[in-house]
């Protein structure tokens, strides 16, 4: 049993599905965010405090948590398999063509974990108590946030690298979890000569959107408010 | 032309390897890589120096010895070719040339630029065949194929083994070579019948090597001589998800 769900393959698939459940997450985040442009702080604060009540949302919540765990300690221990299996690297350099985003995912995630850290502190740790502060108010406690420049710096950069890393990590997922076949997927099937470039377009679209959404905030409420 | 060669020099599996530089004159542009290197060999004997160890065998692109990877590249710098095949025209007068070894924990170098690549003759002897009773060819029509199946498992089994595949990819990961391996075989109905053990074989023997783990960076079907595709390793994903 050991040798399944620790072989090679299988870390990836948790890895990769981890990965797009945590996909599905981030357009929620980012709608519900979108409310801290309005100058009415009810609609956020009731938005955050459905989501931090409702019971629905609270099961997903521990999935989510349990999905960025995997993913991350998954991401470490596959990482380091990795290095480890080349001890001596090349000294003409490795100048294959690769898909170039893919040579940087450990150091584009281990941003975006520190922004997540960062970002638990701020919020998330409020909710349980560990933090002080008003769980209740959280639209201050962003527009507070906001209004110091450092925190919009690391905000910002951490977004164009998590931009960076779901890019490739969109087209990857699929291609771990085999997702890519006309009999696995009926989609495949009517657009099997368009999946490749519809999948990496998607890929495209979203590490772009999704981003720049909250990057938008960000600018709004730093510049402009 | 002129050439400067960096050759990765280690006299055996457990001395410490060092770079050494040889000034190369007169190379022809009509010359082969290892024409070239046959060349160098030829001078350092006649200087009495030990002439740089390289694998080779076939010379024509179809056994898989001569890998060493050439200026950043397994093969050299050109598309589909194997070392062999890589003609000294594509270098000009004054070039430095690297040449190293593969680098991958599972294949260790032996001497100077020839590793132990018997890592891959292992994962096959895990699963990489179909158990049937040697003899005369049967007959061919009595177990039928699809034709789209079995080009595309003919693809597969173009693969010569080189480890140009590992080589390249930045985690020394062997997927390419054990998806083409799966897959030659899960395509075609005689491969169907030890399908789940086969997969769960080598995809065990590959791990407990010591290869690393595919990252879908694409650098092994840039650089396979053979051209096998990266939809190969996602056939093996399958093929491994569906025999558990």
Do not use: F, Y
């Given at each position: 049993m050991n040798k399944i769900l620790f072989s090679s393959l299988s870390k990836k698939f948790v890895m990769a599905l981890a990965g797009l459940f945590l996909l599905m997450f981030l357009p929620v985040h980012l709608i519900i965010n979108?409310?801290?442009?309005?100058?009415?702080p009810v609609p956020f604060n009731r938005a955050a405090h459905f989501m931090a009540t409702f019971p629905v949302v609270k099961i997903v919540e521990i999935a989510l948590i349990a999905a960025i765990l995997i993913h991350i300690s998954w991401g470490i221990f596959l990482q380091i398999q990795n290095w480890l299996a080349r001890p001596v690297g090349y000294a003409g350099g490795n100048k294959s063509e690769t898909s170039f985003f893919s040579r940087f995912m450990i150091w584009t995630g281990a941003s975006v974990l520190t922004f997540l850290v960062l970002h638990f502190f701020n919020f998330y740790f409020i909710k349980l108590g560990?933090?002080?502060?008003?769980?209740?108010?959280f639209y201050s406690v962003a527009h507070n946030l906001f209004k110091i420049s450092a925190y919009n710096y690391i905000y910002l950069i951490c977004f164009v690298l998590l931009g960076l890393h779901l890019f490739h990590a969109f087209s990857s997922a699929f291609q771990t979890l085999g997702l890519n076949h006309r009999i696995w997927t009926p989609v495949v099937k009517v657009f099997h000569r368009i999946w490749t470039p519809v999948v990496k377009v998607f890929a495209l679209i979203y590490s772009i959107l999704i981003p720049a959404g909250f990057a938008y905030i960000s600018l709004t409420l730093w510049l402009f408010r | 032309m002129k050439l400067t060669l960096k050759i990765w020099r280690q006299k055996n599996a457990k001395a410490k390897g060092i770079f050494a530089t040889y000034k190369m004159e007169?190379?022809?542009?009509?010359?082969?890589f290892l024409e070239m290197l046959d060349a160098l060999n030829k001078n350092l004997v006649g200087e009495d120096k030990d002439p740089v160890a390289f694998d080779h065998d076939c010379?024509?692109?179809?056994?898989?010895?001569?890998?060493m990877y050439i200026n950043g590249h397994p093969h050299g710098p050109?598309?589909?070719?194997?070392t062999c095949h890589?003609?000294?025209?594509y270098f000009s007068d004054g070039d430095t040339i690297w040449i190293e070894p593969w680098r991958a924990k599972p294949f260790?170098?032996?001497?100077?630029?020839?590793?132990?690549?018997s890592a891959f003759d292992k994962i096959q002897i895990a699963g990489g065949f179909i158990s049937v009773n040697a003899g005369a060819a049967p007959e061919a029509n009595s177990i039928l194929a699809e034709k789209k199946k079995s080009d595309k498992a003919f693809d597969s089994s173009?693969?010569?083994?080189?480890?140009a595949c590992v080589a390249a990819c930045k985690n020394a990961s062997a997927m390419l070579f054990v998806s083409a391996k799966i897959s030659q075989f899960a395509l075609l109905p005689q491969g169907r019948i030890e399908a789940k053990e086969r997969v769960r074989a080598m995809v065990e023997k590959m791990d407990e090597l010591g290869f690393g783990n595919c990252s879908n960076t694409g650098a092994c079907e840039a650089e396979c001589p053979k051209q096998i595709k990266l939809t190969n390793i996602s056939r093996l994903n399958r093929e491994y998800y569906k025999a558990y």
């Open positions: 979108l409310m801290l442009l309005k100058s009415d560990l933090v002080p502060g008003d769980p209740e108010n | 007169d190379v022809s542009h009509e010359m082969s010379r024509e692109g179809i056994c898989g010895s001569c890998g050109v598309p589909a070719v194997t890589l003609s000294m025209r260790p170098v032996i001497k100077d630029l020839i590793v132990d690549r173009i693969c010569i083994g080189c480890g």
